[in-house]
């Protein structure tokens, strides 16, 4: 039985990626001419997709590529630990890798092992135990961050390197790393960047003057795929699967899901598993709404407490968004419609539903609210 062609939640095979072809030749452009480049744009639109697709592509160009996100760390040194682990994994042969990072980062005495990794093969682990002091963490940071000017050199190959959800780097200490990094990237001229994030106002502060990062190099925004692109490639799956595609399905279905990628390849992608799961024949606009039923009633508890934990001014101020498509929210109009109080108010439960990444604010100043399945539940599910 053929595989269902829709994905979501993980980085997307080249078989589901659609478009992006002007923002992808770009990147591959930048990077192998090893600029420093900002990608930026809310979660979920396809920036670690369009990395992974960035990274395959300068590899085949024998590029060393390195793949990193800088959310999964908990703490500063742990991430320059799985940033060096992440470079040594360069040198494919484990044993070899281990005196050789340790030459490099003489100072630091690292411990470098080769664990045996669950599901089979070796992997690196990398720790500094001498590390103690905040002072330790500056200079371990610098020598972790030339790292890859010295891979370059002594492999005599390009590098690329993308640090993804890198608005988390303010996190750890704010401007002293920003500013070590800057340092160290801007030296290299082998090596290019790719710093993806997805937190859209503290990426864009991030390159403003006066911040390290300011012209540090080219700025990439992700905006939507255009959805009739989209509408074209849900309905082109579905045929290739056997299924006979009513019309108006796919549009539908990028309506529904706001048109955001992630959203359209999951109900997509449960809409072929329901339709495989019950035999039909052809999807329509009517099996889509029984898969969004389904959808909805697994999601219940979860938007429930959601709902709850909200204050009566932020689910006011939700339902005002849901309703009104997110526009002039703040117009007296709109206000008395959803008894929403003074516009002051409304902007405050509209930052608060923002911090808590229920809602977004696009580029015109429209609201949207980021789950099209959380935004449905509000419409069908609350008063
Ligand atoms: N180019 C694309 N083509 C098709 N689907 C995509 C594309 N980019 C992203 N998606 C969908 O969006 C989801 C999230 O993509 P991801 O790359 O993780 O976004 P981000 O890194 O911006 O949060 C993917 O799992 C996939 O379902
Ligand atoms: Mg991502």
Do not use: C
């Not at 630990?81 to 070899?96: I, K, Q």
């Not at 549009?251 to 959203?263: I, K, M, Q, S």
């Not at 035999?279 to 606009?285: I, L, P, T």
């Amino acid at each position: 039985m053929a595989a269902n062609p829709f994905v979501y939640g993980e980085v997307v095979p080249p078989s589901a990626f659609v478009d992006r072809e002007v923002e992808l030749a770009r990147l591959v452009t930048d990077l192998a001419a090893s600029q420093k480049v900002f990608l930026i744009s809310p979660r979920r639109y396809g920036k670690s997709s369009l990395i992974r697709q960035a990274l395959a592509a300068l590899a085949r160009r024998r590029v060393l590529t390195v793949e990193l996100s800088v959310a999964s760390y908990s703490s500063y040194v742990a991430f320059l630990e799985g940033y060096a682990r992440h470079l040594l994994a360069l040198e494919r042969r484990a044993e070899r890798a281990r005196p050789w990072l340790a030459g490099l980062l003489e100072s630091f005495r690292p411990e470098v092992r080769v664990e045996p990794r669950t599901g089979g093969g070796q992997q690196l682990s990398v720790a500094f135990p001498t590390i103690k002091h905040a002072r330790d963490e500056v200079r371990l940071a610098e020598e972790v961050f030339r790292l890859p000017a010295r891979i370059a050199a002594s492999t005599g190959r390009r590098l690329a390197i993308a640090l993804d959800e890198f608005q988390v780097i303010t996190a750890y200490d704010g401007d002293t790393i920003e500013a070590a990094l800057r340092e160290a990237v801007q030296q290299q001229r082998e090596v290019g960047y790719v710093f993806a994030g997805s937190e859209p106002t503290l990426m864009e502060q991030m390159v403003t003057p006066r911040r390290p990062f300011y012209k540090a190099g080219p700025l990439m925004r992700l905006d939507r795929i255009p959805s009739d692109v989209f509408t074209t490639f849900v309905e082109t799956r579905f045929r290739r699967s056997g299924f006979r595609v009513e019309k108006g399905l796919g549009a539908a279905l990028v309506e529904l899901a706001g048109n955001l990628p992630y959203d359209v390849q999951r109900l997509a992608h449960e809409l072929w598993d329901d339709a495989r799961v019950a035999g039909w024949r052809a999807v329509s606009v009517d099996t889509l709404h029984r898969t969004l039923r389904r959808l909805l009633g697994e999601q219940a508890t979860l938007f429930e407490s959601v709902w709850q934990r909200l204050t009566l001014a932020q689910r006011a101020a939700l339902r005002a968004v849901v309703f009104e498509q997110g526009r002039e929210l703040l117009s007296a109009d709109v206000r008395v419609r959803h008894r929403l109080g003074g516009p002051s108010s409304v902007q405050s439960a509209l930052l608060a539903l923002q911090r808590l990444d229920l809602v977004m604010r696009e580029g015109h100043g429209r609201y949207q609210v980021m789950d099209s399945l959380f935004r449905e539940w509000v419409a069908r599910k609350t008063y």
